[in-house]
Every structure is written in structure tokens, then in C-alpha cells.
């Protein structure tokens, strides 16, 4: 019982020094509870003693290993290898996947571009249809030429036949 008695005042004395005076009856009181506690649970008279150590550390100065350091810069290197070659992967691997998108995009584009082709050819060939042209002209009221009717601007007969010729502008004869 006394042992319990002086667990109990030194475990006092430092939380008081420690922390405030509620604070340390508080921890008092639950470690003498703790101590009961364990004490009806202990079979037989052994008294138990608690021993307050105090451990300094500010005074510890961590020893320079060179082995370690070694160690640790080729751990370092490596890991800054790995770290590269996974980035390398992975920009490889988003590049591939982005070009893949701007190839689909291109052959929608592509796939547009020959539906407009497409329907563009169509609307020409009806356009330059030439019964569709003439049925056009007579409702505007316009008919064939009458001989005669038609002008060149070399002169000349007007009926007379004409042969086709290719002049080829700025290729004359130099003299």
C-alpha cells in the first residue's frame, strides 16, 4: 500500500510540474484506479514499484554515416531513373492516345468532305443538264439563234464555219 501511495505522490509531483494542478488530480485519480484495478487482478503479494525516469535527447547528435549517404544517393539516382522512364511511358502512351483522336477526327472530316463532294456533283449535273437549260430558256421566252442573228467580233460571214483555234496568251512569235 505504501508502494501505491508513493506511485501516486511522485506521479503527483511530476504532473504537477508538468501540467496544472486540475489537470494532474485528474491523472492522479485515474492512475490509481488503473493501479487497483491491476492490483485485484494480481494473484498474490507482490507489490509492485513504479520508477520515474527522466530521458534528455537535446544533447544526441546524429552521427555522419558515409555509407549510408552513399546509399541513400544511389537510391536517390535510381528512383529519379525510374521516375523518368515511367513519365516517359506515360507521355508516350497519352501522346498515342491523342493523335488516335486527331486521326478519327480527320477521317470524320474526310468521310464530310466526300458526302459534300458528292452532293455537290450531283447538283452540277442537274444544273448543266441541257434539256432542263432549254426548258428554262423557252419559259423565259428565249429561242435558238435565226441565221444571221449571231455576231463575231473578228466579222466576217456569220454562217460561215469557223475552225477552232488555240491561242495561247503571252506566247508570241519574238521577231
Same mark, same amino acid.
Given at each position: 500500500?505504501?508502494?501505491?501511495?508513493?506511485?501516486? @505522490?511522485? /506521479?503527483?509531483? /511530476?504532473?504537477?510540474?508538468?501540467?496544472? @494542478?486540475?489537470?494532474?488530480?485528474?491523472?492522479?485519480?485515474?492512475?490509481?484506479?488503473?493501479?487497483?484495478?491491476?492490483? !485485484?487482478?494480481? !494473484?498474490?503479494?507482490? #507489490?509492485?514499484?513504479?520508477?520515474?525516469?527522466?530521458?534528455?535527447?537535446?544533447?544526441?547528435?546524429?552521427?555522419?554515416?558515409?555509407? !549510408?549517404?552513399?546509399?541513400?544517393?544511389?537510391?536517390?539516382? %535510381? /528512383?529519379?531513373?525510374?521516375?523518368?522512364?515511367? /513519365?516517359?511511358?506515360?507521355? @508516350?502512351?497519352?501522346?498515342?492516345?491523342?493523335?488516335?483522336?486527331? %486521326?478519327?477526327?480527320?477521317?470524320?472530316? %474526310?468521310?464530310?468532305?466526300?458526302?459534300?463532294?458528292?452532293?455537290?456533283?450531283?447538283? &452540277?449535273?442537274? +444544273?448543266?443538264?441541257?434539256?432542263?437549260?432549254? !426548258?428554262?430558256?423557252?419559259?423565259?421566252? +428565249?429561242?435558238?439563234?435565226?441565221?444571221?442573228?449571231?455576231?463575231? #467580233? &473578228?466579222?466576217?460571214? #456569220?454562217?460561215?464555219?469557223?475552225?477552232?483555234?488555240?491561242?495561247? #496568251?503571252?506566247?508570241?512569235?519574238?521577231?
Amino acid at each position: 500500500m505504501a508502494a501505491s501511495a508513493m506511485a501516486g @505522490q511522485q /506521479m503527483e509531483m /511530476m504532473g504537477s510540474r508538468v501540467q496544472p @494542478q486540475r489537470r494532474a488530480e485528474s491523472l492522479t485519480a485515474r492512475n490509481r484506479e488503473l493501479f487497483e484495478t491491476q492490483r !485485484r487482478a494480481r !494473484r498474490g503479494p507482490t #507489490p509492485e514499484v513504479f520508477f520515474t525516469k527522466h530521458i534528455d535527447n537535446s544533447r544526441i547528435v546524429k552521427a555522419d554515416d558515409p555509407e !549510408r549517404r552513399r546509399e541513400m544517393r544511389t537510391f536517390t539516382a %535510381v /528512383m529519379s531513373v525510374l521516375f523518368l522512364l515511367v /513519365m516517359v511511358y506515360v507521355w @508516350q502512351h497519352f501522346s498515342a492516345i491523342e493523335i488516335g483522336y486527331h %486521326v478519327e477526327a480527320q477521317k470524320q472530316q %474526310v468521310e464530310q468532305l466526300r458526302e459534300q463532294n458528292r452532293q455537290l456533283r450531283l447538283s &452540277e449535273a442537274q +444544273l448543266t443538264d441541257p434539256n432542263r437549260i432549254d !426548258r428554262i430558256a423557252k419559259r423565259l421566252g +428565249l429561242y435558238e439563234p435565226q441565221p444571221g442573228q449571231v455576231v463575231r #467580233p &473578228e466579222g466576217g460571214d #456569220p454562217n460561215a464555219a469557223v475552225l477552232a483555234q488555240a491561242n495561247v #496568251p503571252g506566247m508570241q512569235a519574238v521577231q
